[in-house]
């Protein structure tokens, strides 16, 4: 038989994680242009802030907007890496837009930067209009020529 120290205890257990959902800082009702969020990043490894902001800020975001779909894109294994791999980052999809808009997260940045940055670029449409001009294609990392053949083809 459970005391009821053990309930309460997890009573509070899960009060405090509603509320770190309810008044996170991600979570707010984002615009209806927005259709969903892709993050892409190397695993834990790859880039940490990402990988931060996705375990901490993400479902506070998820929270807020319960019909917006976010896609976790799964590292590419060593053996299936294409020669020109995106960097890491979060693609915008919207509703009145063909074209995604990308996000670059450099591995530089605290966790905790990302959230506002993030949502000023969701919220203010100069600030997306900004972002989208910025780019003509997702940023990638181009693969490097080869030293040992003087960036010639080996035949």
Same mark, same amino acid.
């Given at each position: 038989m459970k005391s009821a120290?053990?309930?309460?205890?997890? /009573?509070?257990? $899960? #009060?405090?994680? $509603?509320? +770190?959902?309810?008044?996170? @800082? &991600?979570?707010?009702? *984002?615009?209806?242009?927005?259709?969903? *969020?892709?993050?892409?990043y190397k695993g834990i490894k790859g880039n940490?802030? *990402?990988?931060?902001?996705?375990?901490?800020? $993400?479902?506070g975001l998820k929270w807020a907007n319960p019909g917006l779909k976010i896609i976790i894109e799964e590292p590419l294994t060593p053996g299936s890496t294409p020669a020109n791999l995106q960097s890491p980052g979060i693609t915008? #999809?919207?509703? +009145?837009?063909?074209?995604?808009?990308?996000? @670059?997260?450099?591995? /530089?940045v605290r966790s905790q930067n990302v959230t506002p940055e993030f949502l000023r670029i969701l919220t203010e449409p100069e600030a997306l209009a900004r972002l989208r001009s910025k780019q003509t294609k997702? !940023?990638?990392?181009? &693969?490097? !020529?080869?030293?040992? /053949? %003087? %960036?010639?083809?080996a035949t």
């Amino acid at each position: 038989m459970k005391s009821a120290f053990q309930i309460s205890k997890k /009573t509070m257990a $899960l #009060n405090k994680k $509603l509320a +770190d959902l309810h008044h996170s @800082p &991600a979570a707010r009702a *984002l615009p209806p242009t927005i259709a969903s *969020l892709a993050l892409r990043y190397k695993g834990i490894k790859g880039n940490a802030t *990402l990988s931060h902001w996705a375990r901490e800020e $993400l479902p506070g975001l998820k929270w807020a907007n319960p019909g917006l779909k976010i896609i976790i894109e799964e590292p590419l294994t060593p053996g299936s890496t294409p020669a020109n791999l995106q960097s890491p980052g979060i693609t915008i #999809n919207l509703t +009145d837009s063909a074209e995604p808009v990308f996000y @670059p997260v450099p591995s /530089t940045v605290r966790s905790q930067n990302v959230t506002p940055e993030f949502l000023r670029i969701l919220t203010e449409p100069e600030a997306l209009a900004r972002l989208r001009s910025k780019q003509t294609k997702a !940023p990638t990392m181009e &693969a490097q !020529p080869s030293t040992s /053949t %003087g %960036g010639q083809a080996a035949t």
